[in-house]
């Protein structure tokens, strides 16, 4: 079973930066892709950032792109998400999510983090 936790969420202004991380545990796993979703209230979730495992291709929300930067650290199985330019409309529960490489789909979900961004 694979488990993924976040961490680093928090109350911050508009216009600062905040990092959050997850970690994969359990079974040794090597996904084919990480991501970052989130999900403010009253609204569906929403697309933030995935990286290829491999190859480290990024790809981006349109209303993050050029704010917001995802890395990973392969040897700890470790995906982070810099947010820059925070906005109120950032303020959501921010979700990491991994894809196996058996399916190339986002199946496992962490439990997420709440960032809330005050103007």
């Known amino acids: 079973q694979v488990q993924l936790v976040e961490s680093g969420g928090g109350l911050v202004q508009a216009g600062d930066s905040l990092r959050v991380s997850c970690v994969a545990s359990?079974?040794?796993?090597?996904?084919?892709?990480m991501g970052w979703f989130r999900q403010a209230p009253g609204k569906e979730r929403e697309f933030v950032a995935s990286?290829?495992?491999?190859?480290?291709?990024?790809y981006y929300g349109r209303s993050v792109k050029g704010r917001f930067t995802i890395s990973r650290d392969n040897a700890k199985t470790m995906v982070y998400l810099q947010m820059n330019s925070l906005k109120g409309e950032d303020t959501a529960v921010y979700y990491c999510?991994?894809?196996?490489?058996?399916?190339?789909?986002?199946?496992?979900w962490g439990q997420g983090t709440q960032v809330t961004v005050s103007s």
């Open positions: 999510a991994a894809a196996p490489s058996t399916t190339h789909t986002f199946d496992y």
């Open positions: 359990g079974r040794t796993f090597s996904p084919s892709a």
């Open positions: 990286i290829g495992w491999s190859d480290g291709s990024t």
